[in-house]
């Protein structure tokens, strides 16, 4: 969330970020209710003194053995009025709360001005020895038929054991999946300097407010009610709340994790030629990128998570390219985000594999996560950045259109070779 001193100071700068973000615009209604608690918490504190000094006059009466019925009574009237002000300021904090979290992230100065994706900037593109023929659509089979030649996935069945949008992976499709899943821990954690995170794949609401999710996106987020637990849509929810109501030392930051795991979304959609197969999914597998940072470092550290997650498709050979996403295409919690987009080959459409993004201290203030800078400083909130590093559900459509061969095999890059036990798919 945003400093309410912020918007009480900028509140147009907040609202621009309100219309570019299609948010709602609350700004007017919030800094009332603002001012009103402020009231309140004025009131409050003024009859806590008065109360205070009363009660010192009963004890100066009862040790003067004077009658005190009427300040005790005084007293009685003003610890009333005191309740009912604490209630009426309870019930403006819980609405003002709620207005707060409703407020997006401000996008940072860098980040364009648009509406929609069609706005967004290509900043880089990269093919092996760049060549530009990588970008070319091309005949060939697409994932889906791939998959059905090779027995790899099996969507028919995941839909028949759970629902459209849950594959199964079988025989070489597993094994590929699972490869490119120890490959890109092993990287991240080698090469990289990320410390690894096997965190729980269901978490509690407060975990979703932390970072954003709640309350905008509580319905594309699966539910169990009776344990109060949510699937995760990412590792990015439990690896940034391991650190929720915490002081961090400064000399941890910045602090690197990266973890695997499985990734749920209700996402909306019907099944079409845009959601088949692995374009669109509701299960899918994901190595994550999270970063604590100090806020004079986050966007070098930025910078550097995006060339981490880059850095994968180069070492596997995929063509990519890199966006910078404008203020109206940037997610709600987040201040600048990069999009990793890879080619696909036969469907002749770039397809999103990562997006990478620094959210500033607006994840931190939802979850209370800081920093100190030395034992005796004041804590400050720390600045949060993730990325997917990498999605596996897009990336494998790319490799296997990317990788197949005129017979139909497909052909494994030599740095897959010791995580598989086959350099070819026949």
């Known amino acids: ?28 209604q919030l800094l009332q209710l603002d001012r009103e608690r402020r009231s309140i918490i004025g009131e409050v504190e003024l009859l806590k003194s008065k109360r205070n000094a009363v009660s010192e006059e009963i004890a100066a009466l009862k040790r003067a053995k004077q009658p005190a019925e009427d300040r005790i009574t005084e007293m009685k009237s003003v610890g009333d009025e005191i309740a009912s002000l604490d209630e009426m300021l309870r019930s403006k904090e819980l609405t003002l709360s709620l207005l707060m979290d409703s407020i997006p992230n401000i996008p940072h100065r860098s980040v364009p001005n648009g509406t929609d994706a069609a706005a967004n ?25 791939l998959a059905e030649k090779h027995q790899l996935f099996d969507f028919k069945r995941g839909a028949k054991i759970a629902a459209a949008g849950f594959p199964v992976y079988m025989g070489k499709g ?54 109060a637990l949510y699937a995760i849509p990412t590792a990015e929810v439990p690896v940034t709340n391991l650190y929720a109501d915490e002081v961090l030392p400064s000399e941890k930051l910045p602090l690197l994790h990266c973890a695997f795991s499985a990734c749920f979304r209700r996402e909306a959609g019907s099944y079409g030629k845009d959601t088949r197969g692995f374009l669109r999914v509701h299960e899918f597998n994901k190595v994550e990128l999270v970063k604590f940072t100090s806020p004079e470092t986050s966007y070098d550290e930025h910078e ?20 910078l996403l404008c203020d109206g295409d940037t997610s709600f919690s987040s201040a600048k985000t990069y999009d990793l987009e890879v080619w696909s080959p036969v469907e002749g459409k770039w397809l999103e594999a990562s997006s990478c993004s620094n ?3 607006f994840q931190a203030r939802r979850a209370n ?51 598989l036990p086959f350099t070819e798919i026949v």
């Open 1 to 28: 969330m945003l400093d309410i001193k912020l918007i009480r100071e900028n509140p147009d700068l907040v609202r621009a970020a309100i219309h570019a973000k299609h948010s709602e615009d609350v700004i007017d």
């Open 121 to 145: 900037v290509e900043v880089k593109r990269w093919s092996p020895a760049g060549d530009e023929r990588a970008f070319e659509k091309r005949e060939g089979l697409d994932h889906l038929a």
């Open 174 to 227: 597993a094994q590929l999946e699972r490869a490119f899943i120890n490959f890109m821990l092993d990287v991240h954690t080698r090469a990289h300097g990320y410390t690894e995170v096997l965190p729980p794949f269901f978490v509690n609401a407060q975990a979703l407010r932390g970072t954003g999710q709640f309350p905008k996106f509580a319905d594309q987020v699966y539910h169990i009610p009776e344990d």
């Open 304 to 323: 550097k998570l995006t060339a981490d997650a880059e850095r994968i498709l180069e070492l596997l050979g995929i063509p990519y390219r890199r966006l």
């Open 359 to 361: 959210f500033e201290d």
């Open 369 to 419: 996560i800081k920093f100190r800078r030395d034992p005796k400083s004041k804590p400050e909130f720390v600045h949060t950045l993730n990325g997917s590093g990498l999605a596996t559900s897009r990336l494998m459509v790319a490799f296997l259109e990317t990788y197949q061969q005129s017979d139909g095999t497909i052909r494994i890059p030599e740095v897959l070779h010791s995580y």
